[in-house]
């Protein structure tokens, strides 16, 4: 059984940029979930996508914004961006929305 | 709404030593509960999980039990290693889709 992994390790974005993050599920994982963890904070819910379609969403703005598709992959993107969105991205695949969730490594986004 | 408390940081320990580390939560409804683990520089592990009241989640030595009638999910080893030292995160999903609500972390250094 393969893991969570995700993609790239570490980014480096200027203010105003926009970026794509990507996460591979674990085959047969048919729900994925996005967080926002600040240093030194717990992760932070972003929003959930379940066969494909957004499936509950946490206090982010709308430039925040995820695709999940068929062959267990998914993107998180995230427009005009802010230095306050500097965190570690993650994100968590399950069998389905009622399920635990597996985590990824993380995408350290940093944005100057 | 569904939040969760743990006892704040750092916890330092010499090795063997007894660790309890304290949680909290408020939700509506019967949620589960996890508890995670993150070494440095890596993302989130699950370490063990419970489902219902009174049941025991336990993994590598740690244990934890769903205590509905006081809302805690205390963290305990009996004797701890250098290789535990690591932030710890307690957490909660409740009914729905499954949202992950975590608490502010604590972070355990072990020392020789």
């Known amino acids: 059984e393969t893991g969570v992994t995700q993609s790239p390790t570490h980014l480096i974005k200027t203010r105003g940029q926009q970026v794509t993050l990507r996460c591979s599920s674990q085959?047969?994982?048919?729900?994925v979930s996005w967080y926002q963890q600040a240093l030194g904070q717990g992760p932070q819910f972003i929003f959930q996508?379940?066969?494909?379609?957004?499936?509950g969403r946490g206090n982010f703005p709308p430039r925040f914004s995820g695709l999940q598709f068929p062959n267990y992959s998914s993107e998180l993107n995230v427009n005009a961006l802010e230095l306050d969105d500097s965190a570690l991205y993650l994100c968590?695949?399950?069998?389905?929305?009622?399920?635990?969730?597996?985590f990824g490594p993380g995408t350290r986004l940093t944005v100057l | 709404g569904d939040s969760v408390t743990q006892m704040e940081g750092p916890v330092t320990l010499s090795e063997e030593a007894f660790l309890t580390i304290n949680c909290t939560y408020t939700a509506t409804g019967y949620p589960s509960l996890f508890w995670y683990v993150q070494y440095p520089g890596e993302g989130l592990q699950l370490l063990l999980k419970?489902?219902?009241?009174?049941d025991k989640g336990s993994n590598k030595g740690f244990e934890a039990t769903y205590r509905k009638e006081t809302t805690s999910f205390h963290l305990e080893k009996g004797s701890v290693q250098v290789s535990d030292s690591a932030v710890y995160f307690c957490?909660?999903?409740?009914?729905?889709?499954?949202?992950?609500?975590f608490g502010t972390g604590t972070k355990l250094q072990v020392i020789p």
């Open positions: 968590a695949s399950s069998l389905d929305d009622t399920d635990t969730q597996y």
């Open positions: 419970a489902t219902k009241a009174d």
């Open positions: 085959s047969g994982h048919n729900t």
């Open positions: 957490a909660l999903s409740g009914w729905g889709y499954q949202k992950v609500t």
């Open positions: 996508y379940y066969r494909e379609e957004e499936n």
